[in-house]
Each structure stands twice: as C-alpha cells, then as structure tokens.
C-alpha cells in the first residue's frame, strides 16, 4: 500500500514564527500536492510538484512556499504564520498525471 | 473553474439503505475520483472512473459518469455505520496533473 507520512499531527505555533509542514511518500511518485481544507470551502491546493525542484501554485499560494529537493519529500513552508492560516493541511501523492491521488493523514495547524 | 459540485450537502438515512450522492463539474475532464473522509482524518480514495468509461464497481459502491452532463454519482448499497464520513469527488482537467475537489456531501447511517 502506498504510504504518505506526515510529520505533524497537531501543531500549535504563534503569530509570525516560520513553520514547515513535512511531507514523505514510499512509493515513487512523481507528482506531490499540498492542500488545505477549512470548513465550507473544501479542500484547495496551495503548491503541487510534478518533478524534483518543481512547483507550480495552486489556487491559493499565497503566504506559502514549498521544496522539493528529493522525489519522495515535499515540505510545506509558511515563511510568517498568520491566524488565518490556522487550518487543516493535507499532503498527497500521485504517480503521474491521470492516476490515484494518496493523502496523508493530515496536519492540524492552529497559529495563536 | 471545474470544480465539482456535490449534491446533496447533507444526506442521513436508515442502516441498510442506499445512499446517492452526485456530483456536477464544468469542464472537459480527465477522470473523477471518489473519496471518502472520516472526521478529521486524511481522505480515502474510492474508485477513480476515466472519462471514457460510464461506470464502475466496487464492493458496494457504484460510480457512475455521464460526461455529456457533466456529472457523476456515487451509490452506497446496503449502508452501514461506518459508512458515516464525507464524501468528495475531485476532477482531473484534460492537460491538467491535479485535482480540483467539490466541497463534499455529509453522510450519516442511522442504526
């Protein structure tokens, strides 16, 4: 079964600190998602990767970056945490375009 | 955008019912993808249906696609309580490497 692994569960961080939210896939898909999911607005993707050192945005990049330097991570970055930010984060993973998509179990962040 | 849409928002029924659920999207797609998420827990994916097929089966889930409405539907037979979750369609666009998700349907099973 395809594994993708979270760091973070819960996670608790103030008002401007820089947060990374790690992502780690097992089965050697090229393509990873980063998403959050706030009530009723669904999930929306903030940065996917489709290669190593790739990126594209998403929908709402905004106040986030990414990383990809190795095929099987991809880390989530908020350069300056915001209240409004405080959400559920869910990573993904796919083997290419066109096929299963994979989610983590999710990353709760709440920033005070 | 082609984001899916989920109908209804809400759905709570009987055990041993069945559930539908649809789905609506508006642009030419790739595939669709069914999920199902349990509270506050990452998202499970279900069946994935390409555009070139009509429907597909899994144990008791049936998808459905018809591409000239643009909609699909997803049918839960014979339901139990731990069908209880949200359920979520995603589309893939044509050319596109990523899923746009609808904003999902609550389901619950009554004992």
């Known amino acids: 079964d395809v594994k993708v692994t979270q760091s973070s569960r819960y996670l608790v961080k103030r008002t401007g600190e820089k947060v990374f939210l790690e992502c780690v896939q097992d089965?050697?898909?090229?393509?990873m998602f980063w998403y959050r999911q706030d009530p009723g607005l669904g999930l929306r993707l903030i940065y996917f990767?489709?290669?190593?050192?790739?990126?594209e945005k998403g929908d709402i990049p905004e106040g986030y970056s990414v990383s990809r330097e190795k095929k099987e991570r991809f880390s989530l970055i908020l350069e300056s945490a915001s209240t409004n930010q405080t959400s559920m984060y869910l990573c993904?993973?796919?083997?290419?375009?066109?096929?299963?998509?994979?989610f983590g179990e999710g990353s709760w962040l709440t920033v005070v | 955008s082609q984001q899916g849409e989920e109908d209804p928002q809400a759905l709570s029924i009987q055990e041993g019912e069945n559930a539908t659920m649809n789905c609506s999207y508006k642009?030419?797609?790739?595939?669709l993808q069914w999920y199902r998420q349990n509270s506050g827990r990452g998202l499970v994916h279900l069946i994935l249906?390409?555009?070139?097929?009509r429907e597909k089966h899994s144990g008791r889930l049936r998808v459905t696609l018809d591409t000239s409405k643009k909609s699909s539907s997803l049918l839960i037979t014979a339901s139990r309580a731990a069908d209880t979750a949200s359920y979520f369609c995603?589309?893939?666009?044509?050319?596109?490497?990523?899923?746009?998700f609808g904003q999902g349907t609550r389901l619950t099973i009554n004992p």
């Open positions: 993904a993973s796919s083997l290419t375009g066109g096929n299963t998509i994979y």
């Open positions: 089965m050697d898909h090229e393509n």
């Open positions: 990767s489709y290669d190593v050192k790739m990126k």
């Open positions: 642009t030419s797609i790739n595939n």
């Open positions: 249906i390409r555009s070139n097929e």
């Open positions: 995603a589309t893939e666009g044509r050319g596109a490497q990523k899923l746009v």
